[in-house]
């Protein structure tokens, strides 16, 4: 079992800054992508950061040059910092995690996909 927790959110004004942290925690062998997406009511789920196992970055164009996704692998948990803030950065954020674990005593693994509960993060004007 699994477990990816979201903490940071909150209400910021405009040009503001939040980060937010994802830990994932359970059994965790491993851990490849960890990317972070954002929702707002009636709209689908938009891909805001990604972040390979090796740690190569992707931005969404809507937050380039003011959102920075790193991890911290020896903790399982990737970081989201949100600087320059804007009211349609409104939204709540969500981790995932594509995470490895161990399914059997001679070691094989499989790959999973892990979704956390998702955290507010409110801009104001």
């Known amino acids: 079992q699994v477990r990816l927790v979201e903490t940071g959110g909150g209400l910021v004004q405009a040009g503001g800054s939040l980060r937010l942290s994802c830990a994932a925690s359970g059994s965790v062998s491993s851990i490849n992508t960890m990317n972070w997406y954002r929702q707002t009511p009636g709209k689908e789920r938009e891909l805001v950061a990604t972040?390979?196992?090796?740690?190569?970055?992707q931005y969404a164009d809507s937050v380039k040059g003011r959102f920075t996704i790193s991890r911290d692998n020896a903790k399982n948990t990737v970081y989201l910092q949100m600087n320059s803030l804007k009211p349609e950065d409104t939204a709540v954020y969500y981790c995932?995690?594509?995470?490895?674990?161990?399914?059997?005593?001679?070691?094989?693994?499989?790959?999973?996909?892990?979704w956390g509960q998702g955290t507010q993060v409110t801009v104001s004007a």
């Open positions: 972040s390979s196992t090796f740690g190569s970055t």
């Open positions: 995932y995690a594509e995470v490895v674990v161990i399914v059997n005593v001679e070691g094989a693994s499989r790959k999973i996909d892990c």
